[in-house]
């Protein structure tokens, strides 16, 4: 399966703290893109990482990309309850795929507290 | 700006019957997917459409089937419908098959097979 692995499952922070959530994936990729859903909503996309990338950063977003051990983590920095959610990554092939498609994790549930 | 929108948002139906989710976007965007979310599966691709007429499977493609005959709509049927279809289903769309593109996702469809 292409499908990458975010480890932990849940994390619990409180506002201020940072969150780091990592991804493992199995095969080759062109590309790894970060996804966030709030509960009862559709994904957003937060982030793509090139596989000649190793670091990315967005707003409070660091994302970084070790094609060696085929990892990436994600880190929010100075956490605020806004951003409690559920946070994806996904991967996207380099070969065998005609089509951009993307192949999600399970996701970490992320909780931050007041 | 409506963007991507799903309906019904909540759906209740029973064993055998056929039921159909809609999906409309507003951007022309040429590519269109249909997800379902599982808890322990994360996100898994059923259908994806590259263009009006041009429907091709995902991973998960048994018990549904999709149209398109409009670039803006991309319904999903279920033609007999089954318990273990239970699920939230997402559509979402990108500008094209380009490995960087975004997809955006639509706000979701809660699907109870009783």
């Known amino acids: 399966s292409q499908q990458g692995e975010e480890d932990p499952q849940a994390l619990s922070i409180q506002e201020g703290e940072n969150a780091t959530m990592n991804c493992s994936y199995k095969?080759?990729?062109?590309?790894l893109q970060w996804y966030r859903q709030n509960s009862g909503r559709g994904l957003v996309h937060l982030i793509l990482?090139?596989?000649?990338?190793r670091e990315k950063h967005s707003g409070r977003l660091r994302v970084t990309l070790d094609t060696s051990k085929k990892s990436s983590s994600l880190l929010i920095t100075a956490s605020r309850a806004a951003d409690t959610a559920s946070y994806f990554c996904?991967?996207?092939?380099?070969?065998?795929?005609?089509?951009?498609?993307?192949?999600f994790g399970r996701g970490t549930q992320l909780t931050v507290w007041p | 700006d409506a963007g991507i929108t799903q309906s019904p948002r909540y759906k209740i139906t029973e064993t055998g019957r056929q039921v159909t989710l809609m999906c409309h976007q507003t951007?022309?965007?040429?590519?269109m997917f249909w997800y379902r979310q599982d808890l322990g599966h994360g996100l898994r691709l059923i259908y994806y459409?590259?263009?009006?007429?041009?429907?091709d499977k995902g991973e998960v493609p048994d018990g549904y089937v999709v149209s398109r005959s409009k670039t803006e709509n991309f319904p999903l049927t279920l033609e007999s419908a089954t318990r273990s279809q239970t699920s939230v289903y997402f559509c979402?769309?990108?500008?094209?098959?380009?490995?960087?593109?975004?997809?955006?996702f639509g706000p979701g469809t809660r699907l109870t097979v009783l």
């Open positions: 459409s590259a263009a009006a007429d041009i429907t």
């Open positions: 990482i090139r596989s000649n990338e």
């Open positions: 951007w022309s965007h040429s590519y």
């Open positions: 979402a769309s990108s500008v094209s098959a380009a490995h960087t593109d975004t997809q955006y």
């Open positions: 996904a991967t996207v092939a380099d070969r065998g795929s005609t089509l951009g498609r993307l192949y």
């Open positions: 095969t080759s990729i062109n590309n």
